[in-house]
């Protein structure tokens, strides 16, 4: 299973950027998405997660200005960032875990990230 991640720039802080994340294969169920963002310097750090049964968690940081979602029909995840500040400046990266179809047989589990997109908030 591939991920797609795309939606980063450039913004001024207070604006908003939606982000998304499109995977493809032969996807059975995405059990989990989360969106995880990383700065110069700063380890990878979780931003937003979403399970299957819609349970929802987030970073502190984010609370109240992000919001993420799935499009189950679409296999697309998005996170939607609002208010954005300086300090969200990051390489932003989608994971999904779940299980694909391998055979007739055969429903392994994956565990897919995106190649990152920048994102970059101006004072």
């Known amino acids: 299973v591939q991920l797609q991640a795309s939606g980063g720039g450039l913004v001024q802080a207070g604006g908003s950027l939606r982000l998304s994340c499109v995977a493809s294969g032969r996807i059975f169920r995405i059990n989990k998405v989360g969106w995880y963002r990383q700065s110069p310097g700063k380890e990878r750090e979780l931003v937003a997660a979403?399970?299957?049964?819609?349970?929802?968690n987030y970073a502190d940081s984010v609370k109240g200005r992000f919001t993420i979602s799935v499009d189950n029909a679409k296999n697309t995840a998005y996170l939607q960032m609002n208010s954005l500040k300086p300090e969200d400046t990051a390489v932003y990266y989608c994971?999904?875990?779940?299980?694909?179809?391998?055979?007739?047989?055969?429903?392994?589990?994956?565990?897919?990230w995106g190649q990152g997109t920048l994102v970059t908030v101006s004072s």
């Open positions: 994971n999904a875990r779940g299980l694909y179809v391998r055979d007739s047989d055969h429903i392994p589990g994956f565990d897919s």
């Open positions: 979403t399970t299957y049964g819609g349970s929802t």
